[in-house]
C-alpha cells in the first residue's frame, strides 16, 4: 500500500478497508512523516477519501496539506519546492566539482547542499541507469528554463520535459529541481533520472542524483 520510501500511500487500497481501520492507518502512515492531524481533520479525511477525485487537497496545518495524486496520497511539506517561497532565485549555474570528493567508494552515498538551492542533492549508488564520478565532476546544476528535452529510454525518442514529466507522473511541485547538464547537454533530470544517451555503461561504478527539495 505504500510506497518503497513510505513517502506516498495508495489511496485505492486504503478507501476499500473499513472506516475505523481506515483512521488508524491513516493516523499511523501520517505519525510516520512527522505529521500530527487533529482527530477531526482525519475524520474528515477517512471520511472523504473514497469519493474524491485526483488533485483533492487536504491541509493539515499552516505548513502542510495533503494532496491526492494519481491514485496516491502525497504530503506536500515544509521543504518541498511548492512550500518554499524563496526570496531570492536559484544561481544561474552552479559546478557540482567543488562538492564533491576526489573519490567514490562503491556502495557510498553522498548528500549535497548547492548553496541558493532549498533543497539537496542525493548522490546513490547503482548498478546500471546512473553516472560515474567523471561526468559527475563535470556537471553544473541549472534551473528549468523551458524547453529542454530529455530521452528517459534508450530505445526512445527526446522529448519535451514537461511531456517527460506528465508520462511518469511527476507531480508539479516536485518539478522544481535543479537540471544537471554537461556542456550544452542535459545529463539528468533528478525526478526523471539519467537521459538514456548519457549513462554509465554496464559495470562502471555509477551513482543517480535524486533531489529532495
Same mark, same amino acid.
Given at each position: ?110 548528500? &549535497?547542499? &548547492? ?15 546512473? &553516472? ?27 522529448? @519535451? &520535459?514537461?511531456?517527460?514529466?506528465? @508520462? @511518469? ?34 559495470? @562502471? ?9
Amino acid at each position: 500500500m505504500r510506497d518503497l520510501d513510505g513517502r506516498t500511500l495508495q489511496a485505492g487500497p486504503l478507501a476499500a478497508l473499513s472506516p475505523a481501520r481506515r483512521r488508524n492507518l491513516l493516523r499511523h502512515w501520517l505519525a510516520g512523516q512527522g505529521l500530527a492531524v487533529r482527530a477531526s481533520l482525519l475524520e474528515r479525511l477517512a471520511e472523504e477519501l473514497p469519493q474524491a477525485g485526483s488533485g483533492a487537497v487536504w491541509p493539515l496545518n499552516v505548513d502542510c496539506m495533503l494532496r491526492l495524486h494519481r491514485g496516491r496520497l502525497v504530503p506536500d511539506a515544509p521543504g518541498a519546492p511548492s512550500a518554499n517561497v524563496r526570496s531570492d532565485a536559484p544561481p544561474d549555474e552552479i559546478a557540482l566539482a567543488p562538492w564533491l570528493p576526489p573519490e567514490l567508494s562503491a556502495g557510498q552515498v553522498l548528500t &549535497l547542499a &548547492l548553496p541558493g538551492w532549498s533543497g539537496t542533492l542525493h548522490l546513490e549508488p547503482v548498478r546500471q541507469g546512473g &553516472l560515474t564520478l567523471e561526468v559527475l565532476s563535470a556537471l553544473v546544476a541549472r534551473p528549468r528554463q523551458g524547453g529542454e528535452q530529455f530521452q528517459s529510454h534508450v530505445a526512445g525518442v527526446p522529448r @519535451a &520535459l514537461k511531456k517527460q514529466f506528465q @508520462a @511518469a507522473g511527476v507531480p508539479a511541485w516536485q518539478r522544481d529541481a535543479p537540471l544537471l547538464w554537461r556542456g550544452g547537454r542535459l545529463v539528468c533530470v533528478p525526478a526523471l533520472g539519467v537521459d538514456a544517451r548519457e549513462q554509465a555503461p554496464p559495470g @562502471a561504478l555509477q551513482w543517480r542524483p535524486r533531489w529532495a527539495g
